[in-house]
């Protein structure tokens, strides 16, 4: 994540075109204020770092890393599962990140979906603290019973946080 520097308060924002030497205007104090709290809340704000969409899914998915570079920091990571086919009998998904965290591995996982109808869904979020340059992963736990099968959608988005 970059960090914004300050607004060039002291150098013109606006200069009259043709003119010798060209007028020069600065902004004013209001103005000086709201840029700088803009800037404050830019830099507070969650920053999108990958998205995933898996669809129409019938297996468990291995431990898989999520394209990007991962800093030491914070990250939210948040899910949305969704039973698109609902199997013969009776299904389940769980889903879980990993992360490492003090050079640990770590993991956290969602409760299971057990809901075997089309309605059935679930949404997630956790926050993990990852160390510099670690993969940062999804994964999920899926169970069928019966001759069709559960499929499933899955959307997955990484957020950096601090």
């Not at 996982?109 to 109808?117: C, R, S, V």
């Amino acid at each position: 994540m970059s960090v914004l520097s300050a607004p060039p308060l002291q150098t013109s924002m606006v200069e009259v075109a043709g003119e010798r030497p060209p007028r020069s205007y600065l902004i004013t104090r209001v103005w000086d204020q709201w840029l700088l709290s803009l800037t404050s809340r830019i830099q507070s704000a969650a920053f999108v770092n990958a998205t995933k969409r898996l669809t129409q899914q019938a297996a468990s998915i291995a431990s898989t890393p999520f394209t990007l570079s991962v800093t030491a920091s914070l990250y939210r990571v948040s899910w949305f599962a969704h039973v698109v086919q609902a199997a013969t009998t009776s299904s389940s998904l769980t889903v879980t990140i990993g992360f490492t965290d003090g050079s640990l591995t770590c993991s956290q996982a969602g409760p299971a979906m057990t809901g075997n109808t089309l309605t059935t869904t679930q949404s997630g979020s956790v926050v993990v603290r990852c160390d510099q340059g670690s993969a940062l992963t999804y994964a999920t736990t899926y169970a069928s019973v019966g001759a069709t099968p559960m499929l499933y959608n899955l959307d997955l988005v990484v957020e950096l946080l601090a």
